[in-house]
């Protein structure tokens, strides 16, 4: 079974500047999508990016972007100049390409924004 | 678009009583999914549906649990009787197409069980 472990429960940083939220997988298959989920206070779950794994460069979307290294089934997050908006609980999930049993989340990492 | 519409967005009830829980897709997406988020066991999968046909049910925990949806654009989760462990936020998330297009999360119902 494919297992998603995010091993910052609380990350902060501080208005305009630059933070990684760090997402490591584990799983046999080689075929897969990974994504990130932002969750903010009104619990609402929000998609931030994904990403393939069969293709090798990294996702981007506006001031977000990944660092995906297969070798190392690792799939970071940088949120760049960072706004108080971005303040959330941030998920990251893995999904196999023919699993009929969908999203597997990690436990989520808290990312406060100090103004 | 309105995105995935949820009601309840609050519930609170006693515990034996009936509760159901409301979905409405995002139109043209083939498939829905029941979420339950609680501080001890994080985000769980509880049902599946895809075209109108559950999936993958391994995830609801008792027979308590009940969900349906007769048709593309309505989807129900029931628990009868309720009980206070049931109390979670439970969302609902659908998705267009197969493959690895992301779910498009509700707002939650934010369910409490005394």
């Known amino acids: 079974a494919q297992t998603v472990t995010q091993s910052q429960p609380e990350m902060s940083v501080q208005e305009a500047e630059t933070v990684t939220l760090s997402c490591t997988y584990d799983?046999?298959?080689?075929?897969?999508?990974l994504f990130w989920y932002k969750q903010p206070p009104s619990r609402q779950m929000i998609l931030v990016i994904r990403?393939?794994?069969?293709?090798?460069q990294n996702a981007t979307e506006n001031r977000f972007s990944v660092n995906f290294q297969k070798a190392a089934k690792s799939f970071s997050l940088k949120i760049s100049d960072s706004q108080l908006g971005d303040a959330a609980m941030y998920f990251c999930?893995?999904?196999?390409?023919?699993?009929?049993?969908?999203?597997?989340f990690g436990s989520g990492t808290q990312l406060t924004v100090l103004p | 678009d309105a995105g995935v519409i949820q009601s309840p967005r609050h519930e609170v009830t006693e515990m034996g009583q009936e509760v159901t829980l409301r979905c409405k897709p995002i139109?043209?997406?083939?498939?829905l999914f029941w979420y339950r988020q609680t501080m001890m066991r994080g985000l769980e999968l509880l049902i599946y549906f895809n075209n109108n046909v559950p999936i993958d049910d391994s995830g609801m925990p008792e027979d308590r649990f009940s969900a349906k949806m007769p048709n593309a654009s309505f989807s129900t989760l029931k628990i009868q009787p309720s009980e206070p462990r049931d109390s979670a936020v439970y969302f609902c998330?659908?998705?267009?197409?197969?493959?690895?297009?992301?779910?498009?999360f509700g707002p939650g119902t934010r369910l409490t069980v005394l």
């Open positions: 998330a659908s998705r267009a197409g197969q493959g690895g297009r992301a779910q498009y």
């Open positions: 999930a893995y999904r196999s390409q023919g699993s009929a049993r969908q999203l597997t």
């Open positions: 990403q393939e794994a069969y293709k090798q």
């Open positions: 799983t046999s298959e080689s075929d897969y999508y």
């Open positions: 139109s043209g997406h083939n498939s």
